[in-house]
């Protein structure tokens, strides 16, 4: 090979090799499709901190909220695709969306899937001066007043809007719903009686219900939470079985973004995610936290879709 052709090589793969030794050299924006104070939120900025941390380049939490976090999700899908600008995607705009309603980006091929940060169960919280200490209390208190009980969610078709359809079709019970743009101020009207329930996230209430602002009733998953709900019981488990759903936050970037970069930011989150103080600080907020491969959490995005679609035309769920 003659020493034109080689130099004609190494400049055609610099770029290549050179993607991940010098990512990040500026800000990176990891975009939130919720209002600082939710689930989302809260752990997109400790992980946001941990990579700064690692990268010595600030990672910089955008919150973009409104219409259960799809203008975000559109917008990172929009994006350049260099590494620049990530998402903490949940399971609402990344699996639940696509099932509702005609959206402006596609789920699958506009974003590359790159870790599994977190999954936890929801809670059914209620505001405390509701005479009611138990979910069967709930259930009576409800069929004595048709009607007349509210519950709260961060919009059409996010997971609180789902938990509840879901359990309002297993009980018989007519309630009202009451849709936000994000847990922040759902949580706010919820403590103040506005709204009498929702089943919120743990990260979003814990700190609520550990200082009595709001009365968990049960968890949604099919196994009870820690950080502090052990003695919380599960749907299922208080006369409802089968009742099971469990939400989940996860990174991604723009389709098209070089694999290199997507590789890299892969590490270092679940090394991020392997921490002593991040594990502490998931586990106060019942948080189990992820990991894994791209391949292998892309593989449980598709499944998750395929999952919730079942789920929504089984409830006959449509966007409001």
Known sequence: MTSFRLALLALLTFPIFATAQ???????????????????????????????????QQVVVENRPGASATIAASLVARSVDDGYVLSMGQLTPNAIAPALQKLQYDPVKDFAPIVLVGTSPNVLVVYPGLPVRTLSELVAHAKAQPKSLTYASSGAGSLQHIAAELFRSMSGLNLVHVPFKGSGQAVI??????VDMNFDSIPATIQHIRSG?????????????????????????????GYDLTTWWGLFAPAGTPTDVLERVNADTVAALRAGDVRERFASLSVEPGGGSRAEFADYVRAEIAKYDRIVKQLGIKAE
């Open 22 to 56: 010098t990512y990040p050299a500026r800000p990176v924006r990891m975009i939130v499709g919720f209002p600082p104070g939710g689930g989302t939120d809260i752990l997109a900025r400790i992980v946001a901190q941990k990579l700064s941390d690692a990268w010595k």
């Open 189 to 194: 009207d919820l403590m103040s009686g506005q």
């Open 213 to 241: 602002k709001l009365r968990a009733l049960a968890v949604t998953a099919a196994k009870r939470a820690g950080g502090g709900l052990e003695s919380v019981p599960t749907i299922a488990e208080s006369g409802y079985p």
